[in-house]
């Protein structure tokens, strides 16, 4: 391989990028981090085992067995068994499903919610700008634990519960980063020709502002993925979250407290932890890659 | 400058006035209150009002709202409904074992994360930055509760070189008031660790992608052309302006530290705040949820208005008005 040949290939890669769509080029940018492709495709694998394990698999995940309990990981059980004599291959999966699920459905109605309400405060400004930044500084002043541990304390636990104050305290993120890019694309000069053309303020907002925002809707989301994990399986493990026997990966970690599960029973413990490791780790990596590959301002 | 303090001091009153309004609103539309525990089906009405009257509840939610307004302004955060005693008095020991732990907490992520940043910044794509980076990753992803009972597992059950839980031996009889700090500290170290983790690396990934933007900015080549030798130019002049988005992210991080001292003293049994807080909400002792959020929104309020000063005072180029 000459040096020219490898120029010749390079100069034909740029011009392949240049020829691409703009999400498009933003994957050939992603590609080009192998730890982002590495992680994005380890996510997909944990993603796609939560949907399909628990289908596919011989077990049940409410099925006891009490001449089985407490088993370390061997051929039929995978994981080994927990104090119920559960199958804890199939729960981890299954827990995976819950905790990601959750994870997934705050972030959409956050964004939903963030993403109009930004779209509104930067477009219309004036009075109903200060009213919505002002709610969004409240609600981002919040002791966000504490605030989680009070109300899903005082309702009880349970799934809705957990979403609604995840999602009340999580919108004003991205409500401030939406509105902070709607200011300054709303005075390009696009935007005066939306004006002129007389095309509706909803038209204006959801088909010419939007789609310039998206870019940063998608990295908050992604980012927020890891961060709602993170807090949902952290309240789980406090039992302050998903009750049980729903398995999420939070409360399948609280045997732990108990000396001898921490001492000698590693598989009931250790294999959920891990699963919250990774696939957090997996968001903020992807995260981190899709933002580079979006703002190529930002790449170093 | 003055004018800018006084006014973001005001900007704070109504921010804290709305957040204590909407966990009073959360409160009152719970169902049930510490008075349940003590209510009987066959109790008779005048019991029952007794038992209200004895808890503060006959009034209507929005006197009481202004009455606890009233009282907490004044200092008085009222009786928790749990143990008749005041608030304060079961609050107060509580606040310096976990302001000792988050102060802990802040100096490791401090004293590691910065230098680890600058190693990485200068040092980039060298096999230090990239194994740091790797760290730092970890350190963002490993959930705190998860990381708590791993080196609980390893340093206290397996190699027993730190206790398991609490933060004295109660058999212990420390000799002298060193003995019984060193002793304290001995049982804080893993969850220092726990707790510092997060601001570790959050620390070190802000020092590195500052550190490398103020390097390549042009007075740094004019000081290296200079001839000056590359630690001065790094520590003396790339560290000061270098420094100034981590001093803002001090302010920040309290409300991060104090949350994450909750998950933190409930692995480790650290009768702290958040302990209490935790105990609080599962018996629906009101008052002191109500005082314990409140002390920690005002901590967050306090931490951001923290942040803008330090910013302003750190670096002369901001002008408030």
Same mark, same amino acid.
């Given at each position: 391989?000459?040096?020219?040949?490898?120029?010749?290939?390079?100069?034909?890669?740029?011009?392949?990028?240049?020829?691409?769509?703009?999400?498009?080029?933003?994957?050939?940018?992603?590609?080009?981090?192998?730890?982002?492709?590495?992680?994005?495709?380890?996510?997909?694998?944990?993603?796609?085992?939560?949907?399909?394990?628990?289908?596919?698999?011989?077990?049940?995940?409410?099925?006891?067995?009490?001449?089985?309990?407490?088993?370390?990981?061997?051929?039929?059980?995978?994981?080994?068994?927990?104090?119920?004599?559960?199958?804890?291959?199939?729960?981890?999966?299954?827990?995976?499903?819950?905790?990601?699920?959750?994870?997934?459905?705050?972030?959409?109605?956050?964004?939903?919610?963030?993403?109009?309400?930004?779209?509104?405060?930067?477009?219309?400004?004036?009075?109903?700008?200060?009213?919505?930044?002002?709610?969004?500084?409240?609600?981002?002043?919040?002791?966000?634990?504490?605030?989680?541990?009070?109300?899903?304390?005082?309702?009880?636990?349970?799934?809705?519960? !957990?979403?609604? #104050?995840? *999602? /009340?305290?999580?919108?004003?993120?991205?409500?401030? $980063?939406?509105?902070?890019?709607? =200011? +300054?694309?709303?005075?390009?000069?696009?935007?005066?020709?939306?004006?002129?053309?007389?095309?509706?303020?909803?038209?204006?907002?959801?088909?010419?502002?939007?789609?310039?925002? !998206?870019?940063? #809707?998608? *990295? /908050?989301?992604?980012?927020?993925?890891?961060?709602? $994990?993170?807090?949902?399986?952290? =309240? +789980?493990?406090?039992?302050?979250?998903?009750?049980?026997?729903?398995?999420?990966?939070?409360?399948?970690?609280?045997?732990?407290?108990?000396?001898?599960?921490?001492?000698?029973?590693?598989?009931?413990?250790?294999?959920?932890?891990?699963?919250?490791?990774?696939?957090?780790?997996?968001?903020?990596?992807?995260?981190?890659?899709?933002?580079?590959?979006?703002?190529?301002?930002?790449?170093? | 400058?003055?004018?800018?303090?006084?006014?973001?001091?005001?900007?704070i009153i109504p921010v804290f006035l709305g957040i204590t309004v909407i966990l009073f609103l959360i409160i009152e539309l719970s169902p049930g209150d510490a008075s349940t525990n003590f209510?009987?089906?066959?109790?008779?009405?005048?019991?029952?009002?007794?038992?209200?009257?004895?808890?503060?509840?006959?009034?209507?939610?929005?006197?009481?709202?202004?009455?606890?307004?009233?009282?907490?302004?004044?200092?008085?955060?009222?009786?928790?409904?749990?143990?008749?005693?005041?608030?304060?008095?079961?609050?107060?020991?509580?606040?310096?074992?976990?302001?000792?732990?988050?102060?802990?907490?802040?100096?490791?992520?401090?004293?590691?994360?910065?230098?680890?940043?600058?190693?990485?910044?200068?040092?980039?794509?060298?096999?230090a930055d990239n194994s740091l980076t790797v760290f730092s990753l970890i350190g963002i992803s490993l959930p705190s509760f998860f990381f708590g009972l791993i080196l609980l597992r390893i340093?206290?059950?397996?190699?027993?070189?730190?206790?398991?839980?609490?933060?004295?031996?109660?058999?212990?009889?420390?000799?002298?008031?060193?003995?019984?700090?060193?002793?304290?500290?001995?049982?804080?170290?893993?969850?220092?660790?726990?707790?510092?983790?997060?601001?570790?690396?959050?620390?070190?990934?802000?020092?590195?992608?500052?550190?490398?933007?103020?390097?390549?900015?042009?007075?740094?080549?004019?000081?290296?052309?200079?001839?000056?030798?590359?630690?001065?130019?790094?520590?003396?002049?790339?560290?000061?302006?270098?420094?100034?988005?981590?001093?803002?992210?001090?302010?920040?991080?309290?409300?991060?530290?104090?949350?994450?001292?909750?998950?933190?003293?409930?692995?480790?049994?650290?009768?702290?705040?958040?302990?209490?807080?935790?105990?609080?909400?599962?018996?629906?002792?009101?008052?002191?949820?109500?005082?314990?959020?409140?002390?920690?929104?005002?901590?967050?309020?306090?931490?951001?208005?923290?942040?803008?000063?330090?910013?302003?005072?750190?670096?002369?180029?901001?002008?408030?008005?």
């Open positions: 391989m000459s040096n020219a040949e490898n120029a010749v290939v390079k100069v034909k890669k740029v011009k392949k990028e240049s020829e691409l769509s703009y999400w498009g080029s933003v994957f050939f940018r992603f590609r080009k981090k192998k730890m982002s492709m590495f992680c994005l495709i380890l996510m997909t694998l944990i993603v796609l085992g939560c949907i399909f394990v628990p289908i596919i698999s011989p077990h049940t995940i409410t099925s006891t067995n009490v001449a089985n309990m407490n088993q370390p990981p061997s051929m039929t059980h995978i994981l080994g068994t927990d104090e119920l004599g559960r199958d804890l291959f199939i729960r981890f999966f299954h827990g995976g499903r819950i905790s990601l699920g959750i994870a997934l459905v705050v972030v959409v109605i956050e964004c939903v919610i963030g993403v109009i309400l930004g779209c509104i405060a930067g477009f219309y400004g004036k009075l109903i700008d200060t009213i919505i930044m002002r709610i969004c500084e409240i609600l981002m002043s919040f002791p966000f634990i504490m605030f989680c541990i009070t109300v899903v304390g005082i309702f009880g636990n349970s799934i809705p519960i !957990l979403i609604f #104050v995840l *999602v /009340f305290l999580g919108w004003a993120g991205i409500a401030r $980063i939406v509105r902070g890019q709607i =200011l +300054s694309l709303r005075e390009l000069e696009y935007m005066e020709a939306c004006e002129a053309l007389g095309i509706s303020d909803i038209k204006r907002i959801f088909k010419h502002l939007l789609p310039n925002v !998206l870019a940063y #809707v998608i *990295v /908050f989301a992604t980012l927020g993925m890891a961060s709602v $994990i993170l807090v949902e399986t952290a =309240l +789980s493990f406090l039992g302050l979250g998903v009750a049980p026997p729903t398995p999420t990966w939070g409360n399948m970690i609280q045997p732990a407290n108990q000396f001898i599960v921490l001492s000698t029973r590693w598989w009931i413990w250790v294999p959920p932890g891990v699963g919250i490791f990774l696939s957090v780790m997996c968001f903020n990596i992807v995260g981190d890659g899709l933002r580079d590959a979006i703002d190529p301002k930002m790449k170093r | 400058m003055r004018t800018y303090i006084i006014r973001r001091l005001l900007q209510i009987d089906p066959r109790m008779r009405p005048e019991q029952r009002a007794e038992i209200a009257r004895r808890f503060g509840l006959e009034e209507p939610a929005f006197n009481r709202y202004f009455i606890w307004l009233g009282n907490t302004l004044r200092g008085d955060l009222g009786m928790s409904m749990r143990y008749q005693r005041p608030v304060t008095e079961i609050l107060a020991p509580m606040i310096p074992t976990t302001l000792t732990l988050a102060l802990l907490a802040f100096l490791f992520s401090v004293i590691i994360g910065i230098p680890a940043g600058i190693i990485s910044a200068t040092r980039q794509y060298s096999l340093f206290a059950i397996q190699m027993q070189w730190f206790p398991l839980f609490g933060i004295r031996n109660p058999l212990y009889a420390p000799p002298n008031a060193l003995a019984g700090a060193m002793h304290m500290l001995h049982h804080l170290v893993l969850p220092m660790i726990v707790l510092g983790m997060g601001g570790t690396a959050t620390f070190m990934r802000y020092t590195r992608s500052s550190m490398l933007e103020v390097i390549r900015s042009d007075y740094i080549r004019t000081a290296r052309a200079k001839g000056l030798s590359e630690k001065v130019v790094i520590y003396r002049h790339a560290l000061r302006n270098g420094l100034i988005p981590i001093i803002t992210l001090f302010g920040f991080w309290i409300p991060s530290l104090m949350g994450g001292a909750v998950i933190t003293e409930s692995i480790f049994g650290i009768p702290g705040l958040g302990r209490t807080a935790i105990d609080a909400v599962n018996f629906r002792d009101f008052p002191i949820i109500m005082a314990v959020n409140s002390m920690l929104a005002f901590l967050t309020l306090l931490g951001a208005l923290i942040s803008d000063l330090l910013y302003a005072a750190a670096d002369p180029r901001i002008k408030y008005d």
